[in-house]
């Protein structure tokens, strides 16, 4: 199915292996929730706690040192993954979600106001949502959505007819959606919005577990991911921001780290990216984030999307065959390796228990797009999201598992039909 030796990469993944309470294999296709930690990131972590763990920055002593260096040095992992020009414009957040939070209440409150608009597309994850509305409340500024068509898209002209009545102060968009798996020109939409003097926020949760992220390339002005989802630790994320933006920004938390001088009267912020790194910051995390962003490059992230695409390409078609379910997204063209999907007459959360009793994880719900459903008119979706360790016989033993939820749960409709034959 593709050129990536799959078992090289699960075997290290021993979690991969097991069952799940059924007794069943397990199939683990909820990557999109959060992925699974290969071994080198494991064992990053646990080495630190083991060997050289001490706080950062401030002691000057032996561990202090090495775990500085090795924090810092992760920060540089990063930004080579991100194709940031600078580590500084790398700061560490608690994920995609305080990273978005962050911008909203920094740059967000020294920057909008009444009457001006942010425009963000209704395939958006609550992350990059709420904050906004929170903004709207506090600074009477106004939250406008982009549509998406029946394609399960939105077409340029529609994004620059937006740009042109709305003139947005910002356009926050992510890359991949996390419901429809849709992908998004960053690049071409973050030209249009600078052409309307829009700047960019780009939500790469979804995209940067999956396609190659290049800050510089796209010139995007900020940019949010989680760790967790690119097979590193949870509780860490990352927020890159263009240098005089960042510099500009006033910092959201204050506390120790983050300061210059603090007296009686007042404080002094700390150079960038400290400025926004505020207490004890995660450092084994960030270690174990550089773990998993240098397992990533290894493999390769063309490889990765390749592989993938071909994975869900292969659901997508299996499932679109079966009488009464309605894949909601877009063709595998259009989209990464996350495939939902809709059973006539039967509930999301029946089909995923249904699924997991034959060991097949996935998720079933809104997945925090409660405006998206809305739009598509259906109150929840099941989700199977694919990943580089995935196999085409897990993407098969998903596809025979709603053919046979379908004829178990809702073989009314078949009956009807079959005797109408
Ligand atoms: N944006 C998107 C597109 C997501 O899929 C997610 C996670 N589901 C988030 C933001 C929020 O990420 P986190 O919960 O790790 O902060």
Known sequence: ISDLDVSRYRADFPILDRTAASGAKLAFLDNAASTQRPNSVVDAMSDCYRRYYANV????HTLSEESTHAYEQSRKSVAKFIAAPSDRQVIFAGGATAAINTVARTWGDANLGPDDVILLTIAEHHANIVPWHQLAARTGCRVEFLPIDDQFTIADDVVVEALDRLKPKLFAFTAASNTLGTVFPVKRWTALAHDH????LVDAAQAAPHAVVDVQDWDIDFLAFSGHKVCGPTGIGVLYGKEPILDAMPPFMGGGGMIHKVTTGGFSCAELPEKFEAGTPPIV????????VEYLADIGLD???AH??????????????????DVV???????GGIVSFHVDGVHAHDVSQQLDTRGIAVRAGHHCTMPLHH???????????????NTVEEADR???????VRQKFAPSGRKRRRRSE
């Open 329 to 335: 997204g877009p063709t595998p063209d259009h989209k």
């Open 398 to 404: 998903l596809i025979e598992a709603v053919r046979e």
């Open 308 to 325: 993938e695409h071909r994975l869900c390409q292969h659901a997508d078609d299996g499932l679109r065959q079966i009488d009464g379910v």
């Open 197 to 200: 003097g829009a700047t960019v």
């Open 57 to 60: 920055h401030r002691g000057i």
């Open 303 to 305: 490889r990765i999307a």
């Open 375 to 389: 739009h598509l008119k259906l109150s929840a979706t099941t989700r199977a999201s694919f990943y580089f360790y």
């Open 285 to 292: 995390e960030a270690i174990g984030l550089a773990a998993a």
